[in-house]
């Protein structure tokens, strides 16, 4: 079981998603239970925003396809996604357009063999750098262009 976000990837990578379940939402670890629909403007945002932090919290992995359990951020059921439905590289194209500077070493890829899910790895990143994201002014997907937030991992 993974316990830190050296040691997260590597259920995704090999292939099995389920030994993350029963774990909590932590510094290194975001469950989702639906991928980001990134024709909404405030999805888009979010998406920035949570890779962001991962890159000025010392890394962590994103994980599409799961089920909370009462909304606690426990994993608590993972629910495989359409392949259809997760296009990687428009992930890893809005995250170098919206994140400056743009982390490096992001991986967008699926895991699983019978419910597939799609895991980001944000990897440790120099630690002398701040990543930041346009700020938001309020109406989803509306940046100001002057300002900027520097989102940080909270839990």
């Given amino acids: 079981m993974p316990t830190d976000p050296k040691s997260a990837p590597a259920a995704p990578d090999a292939h099995e998603p389920g030994s993350l379940l029963e774990l909590r939402g932590t510094q290194w670890l975001d469950a989702k239970a ?5 024709t909404d403007p405030g999805a888009a945002e979010e998406l920035a925003k949570d890779v962001c932090a991962f890159a000025n919290g010392g890394g962590g992995v994103i994980v599409i396809a799961t089920r909370m359990e009462h909304d606690e951020g426990i994993l608590h059921r993972i629910v495989g996604v359409e392949p259809a439905a997760v296009n990687p590289d428009q992930i ?6 919206r994140i400056t500077p743009s982390p490096r070493g992001i991986r967008v890829d699926w895991s699983g063999q019978e419910e597939r899910v799609v895991f980001t790895d944000v990897p440790v990143q120099a630690p002398d750098t701040l990543f930041a994201v346009p700020a938001p002014v309020g109406k989803p997907g509306s940046v100001r262009p002057d300002t900027v937030a520097v989102p940080c991992v909270s839990f």
């Fill in 92 to 97: 890893r194209k809005l995250v170098r357009a």
């Fill in 34 to 38: 639906a991928p980001y629909q990134l």
